[in-house]
């Protein structure tokens, strides 16, 4: 008997191993003599001359990337026992792939075992629950019709062996998932995460499906996440910090639940949820006009962006904003300033029938039929080239526009790029994109508003929200502070900040 932190037991093939709970990892150290063979011996293992020099070989796994472990019986007709830990090995760019390792123990020391096992798990579900029961959205027709598959494949195995309730549904046709959450009796009740196996589209449908329920209030808090299986695969990449499937589903399995802002967009009668991104410009038509080139994956977005930067595109219309930080010292004050607060988690204190008794927020600014507020700045332009507003930092793995986005800071972020600035001058800003070295640019304009509208001035066009495509007509937007709830890796955004 060694103690509740540490044990021993033996490799398959009788080599000594003691298993060691350190602060952070797992520490496995493998005991080999000089001539090779093995050290010590136990009751069931023949024993070996354990007077020779010995060598150690160690081994480390993060508890955050240890799925499962349990003791059972090794063989039938013996007093073997059989530790088994299931994890994934993860590499620095966060590509993980799922492993096994399986030891021998003596019988005699289950007792101990079974204790240090216990710790081991305690420390590998530190900070969130296990068997989570999770909703599986797949949309069959994402990654180029591969969705499915690769869930099967990269995904179940890991969600079998971190003994998750999973109930798998296929979307069928454009809005499925919306009606599903919309109408599921006891979503609330029955699942701690509703997982989309998707790009972002099931996931803007997800939240206007939670905002439609009697009780969004209470719908609302349920965490929704994201197994990036789609061309656009944002959520994923900000909860995250990668679109590695395996390593996006670990983090499902350890993901902590965190509140975020979510929008309300008015377009015509209409009022929809937006999670993500609201565009108008070289950005939406990047994201819609190139649908003949889905087979290139992400690279259709850049790829169009440079075909759009150098025929000098331009996109007419009025925008009103409610700003709330105008210049770049104070924007990156603000994101100092609420950085700490966008770290705190949900109080599990709250009193559940207050807040199912909400349902959505009203409007502050009313909707895109009324007026426009007095106190909002009101730009004119011509020769726009880009409007981009954003809640979240990464609007792909390749493009950090808004290194400056809090998960619930009570604003959206907002870029305007205007054509008239020459054109390998816009192509250095987009290049910048991709490490959110952009925002220190003088050619364009970084706000946090908590409202605006857009009117356009041209006949036809795209506007793309959380890419997806909606009317070319005006359109206005509003925060709501952490009214909806995410699957988060870290409890926080992964990007740099500002």
Not at 463 to 489: A, N, Y
Request: with cysteine; net charge neutral.
């Amino acid at each position: 008997m060694v103690g509740i932190n540490s044990t021993v037991a033996y490799t398959l093939d009788h080599k000594r191993v003691v298993l060691t709970l350190e602060e952070r990892f797992l520490l496995i150290d493998y005991e080999y003599s000089s001539s090779g063979s093995t050290l010590g011996c136990f009751s069931s293992v023949a024993c070996i001359n354990s007077s020779f020099h010995s060598s150690i070989r160690h081994e480390s796994i993060v508890y955050y990337n240890i799925i499962w472990a349990e003791l059972a019986s090794a063989r039938a007709q013996t007093q073997l026992l059989c530790l088994r830990i299931d994890y994934c090995i993860v590499k620095n760019d966060l590509k993980a792939t799922f492993s096994r390792s399986s030891f021998l123990v003596d019988g005699s020391e289950e007792q101990n075992c079974r204790a240090f096992t216990e710790a081991l798990m305690n420390r590998a579900y530190r900070n969130t629950i296990r068997c989570k029961r999770l909703l599986v959205l797949i949309n069959p027709f994402g990654g180029q019709g591969k969705a499915t598959d690769r869930f099967l494949k990269l995904s179940l195995p890991i969600f079998d062996a971190a003994r998750c309730h999973v109930d798998q549904i296929k979307t069928e046709y454009k809005g499925h998932a919306m009606d599903l959450i919309e109408n599921m009796e006891g979503l609330e009740d029955r699942y701690d995460a509703i997982v989309c196996c998707s790009g972002d589209g099931i996931p803007h449908e997800v939240f206007n499906g939670l905002s439609k329920r009697k009780n969004a209030g209470l719908a609302f808090r349920v965490p929704v996440c994201q197994l990036p299986c789609g061309s656009g695969n944002a959520l994923c990449v900000n909860l995250v910090g990668s679109n590695d499937l395996p390593f996006a589903t670990l983090s499902t399995v350890k993901g902590v639940p965190i509140p975020v802002d979510l929008c309300s967009l008015t377009q015509g009668d209409k009022r929809y949820v937006t999670f993500l991104s609201q565009a108008l410009g070289m950005i939406a038509d990047c994201d819609l006009g190139t649908e003949n080139m889905r087979w290139m994956g992400e690279s259709r977005f850049t790829v169009g962006l440079v075909m759009r930067v150098l025929s000098r595109a331009k996109y007419p219309c009025e925008v009103s904003v409610r700003i709330a930080h105008e210049s770049r010292s104070q924007v990156r004050r603000a994101y100092q300033e609420d950085k700490s607060k966008n770290h705190e988690r949900y109080d599990d204190s709250v009193d559940a029938e207050a807040v199912a008794s909400r349902s959505l927020p009203s409007l502050r600014y009313g909707t895109i039929n009324d007026p426009v507020p007095e106190d909002w700045k009101i730009i004119n332009t011509s020769t726009l080239a880009i409007f981009y507003a954003g809640k979240m930092p990464w609007m792909s793995s390749d493009a950090l526009f808004f290194p400056a986005a809090l998960p619930r800071d009570g604003y959206v972020d907002l870029v305007l790029i205007d054509s008239a600035i020459p054109r390998l001058e816009v192509l250095s800003i987009l290049l910048n994109v991709q490490e959110g070295k952009h925002f220190d640019s003088k050619q364009i304009h970084y706000y946090k508003v908590d409202a605006y509208r857009v009117t356009p001035k041209a006949h036809s066009g795209f506007i793309s929200i959380d890419g997806e495509k909606f009317d070319f007509t005006p359109f206005q937007v509003e925060v709501h502070p952490s009214l909806g709830t995410v699957l988060s890796r870290t409890g926080f955004y992964q990007a740099p900040g500002v």
